[in-house]
């Protein structure tokens, strides 16, 4: 569990973008993988944020919809979202995905060995809590105010 705390205080679920950005699209991490990908899964803490090319996301679809939005924002025309200098950054509140919200009944038996979190409630409070500093730095980046736009099913 050590190293999945690490993980977790990381970079980890944070697709990139503009690391100074003002605009934050911010959701849960949903995801189409599946899940043995995660349950075997090293810990690695991710170093850095880098910009991502939305054409590569297995979101595709959503993240189009989301380019649409972008493009009306000020400052935002020609620019590509979530490039490195954007102004526009992606990010999910945990770092885990879950294709659908069904996949919480099964928390424990598919995420405890390697998370030691036993249900998806105690994993939600236990990693906001554990990703607090990293969201209150990145908070500091930049110069202007950050406008977040958050999406999710709840």
């Known amino acids: 569990m050590k190293d999945f705390k690490q993980y977790c205080?990381?970079?980890?679920?944070?697709?990139?973008?503009d690391i100074n950005a003002k605009y934050w699209f911010v959701g849960i991490e949903w995801s189409n993988h599946n899940d043995t990908e995660y349950r075997n899964k090293e810990w690695n803490p991710p170093k850095n944020i880098t910009g991502i090319t939305i054409e590569?996301?297995?979101d595709w679809n959503f993240e189009k919809r989301l380019e649409k939005i972008y493009q009306n924002l000020d400052?935002?025309?020609?620019?590509?979202?979530?490039s490195e200098n954007s102004?526009?950054?992606?990010?999910n509140l945990l770092p885990l995905p879950f294709k659908n919200f069904d996949e919480h009944a099964d928390f424990k038996r598919?995420?405890?060995?390697?998370?030691?979190?036993?249900?998806?409630?105690?994993?939600?409070?236990?990693i906001l809590s554990?990703?607090?500093?990293?969201?209150?730095?990145l908070l500091k980046k930049g110069t202007e105010k950050?406008?977040?736009?958050?999406f999710g099913l709840t």
């Open 87 to 91: 102004n526009s950054l992606k990010l």
């Open 56 to 58: 590569d996301s297995d």
């Open 75 to 82: 400052g935002a025309k020609g620019k590509k979202i979530f």
């Open 146 to 150: 950050k406008i977040v736009f958050c």
């Open 110 to 126: 598919i995420y405890y060995d390697k998370t030691g979190f036993k249900t998806y409630k105690e994993y939600v409070n236990g």
């Open 130 to 137: 554990l990703r607090g500093d990293l969201f209150s730095e």
């Open 9 to 17: 205080k990381s970079y980890s679920g944070i697709d990139g973008g």
